[in-house]
């Protein structure tokens, strides 16, 4: 199984970035893919999933109506549209992949995942 997380980069304030998470090795309907991002001295937090079968979706609080998440399952890809960019969006941001359904309750922490990419770097600064 691998999960590769890519797209990241340096942008404004205001600007947008669309991280992409290319998978492999899973049968995609089984699972769902999430987004998560470092907090210095917190818990890595859960931003946004969808489920790979349904395409339901979940955003945290301080990203909802910015950011989208998407799916392309014949690409084995998920997608993180990031708009509206603000300074402390700036983390190193993973996708992770679990059978757990995509909800606020298995995607706030990162404690029903079953398998992790590597990050991707976002910094968002003037």
């Given at each position: 199984?691998?999960?590769q997380?890519?797209?990241?980069?340096?942008d404004q304030?205001g600007?947008?970035?669309?991280p992409s998470?290319t998978?492999?090795?899973l049968t995609?309907?089984?699972y769902s893919i999430?987004w998560?991002r470092?907090v210095?001295?917190k818990?890595?937090?859960g931003?946004s999933?969808?489920?790979?079968?349904?395409?339901?979706?979940?955003y945290?609080d301080s990203?909802k109506?910015?950011?989208?998440?998407?799916r392309?399952n014949?690409?084995?890809a998920?997608?993180l549209q990031m708009n509206?960019?603000?300074?402390?969006d700036?983390?190193v941001?993973?996708?992770?992949?679990?059978?757990?359904p995509?909800s606020?309750?298995h995607?706030?922490?990162?404690t029903?995942?079953?398998?992790?990419?590597?990050g991707?770097?976002?910094?968002?600064?003037?």
């Amino acid at each position: 199984v691998q999960l590769q997380a890519s797209g990241g980069g340096l942008d404004q304030p205001g600007g947008s970035l669309t991280p992409s998470c290319t998978i492999s090795g899973l049968t995609l309907v089984y699972y769902s893919i999430g987004w998560f991002r470092d907090v210095p001295g917190k818990e890595r937090e859960g931003v946004s999933c969808i489920s790979l079968a349904n395409g339901d979706t979940f955003y945290r609080d301080s990203v909802k109506g910015r950011f989208a998440v998407s799916r392309d399952n014949a690409k084995s890809a998920v997608y993180l549209q990031m708009n509206s960019l603000k300074p402390e969006d700036t983390s190193v941001y993973y996708c992770a992949a679990s059978h757990a359904p995509c909800s606020a309750q298995h995607y706030s922490r990162p404690t029903w995942m079953d398998y992790w990419g590597q990050g991707t770097q976002v910094t968002v600064s003037s």
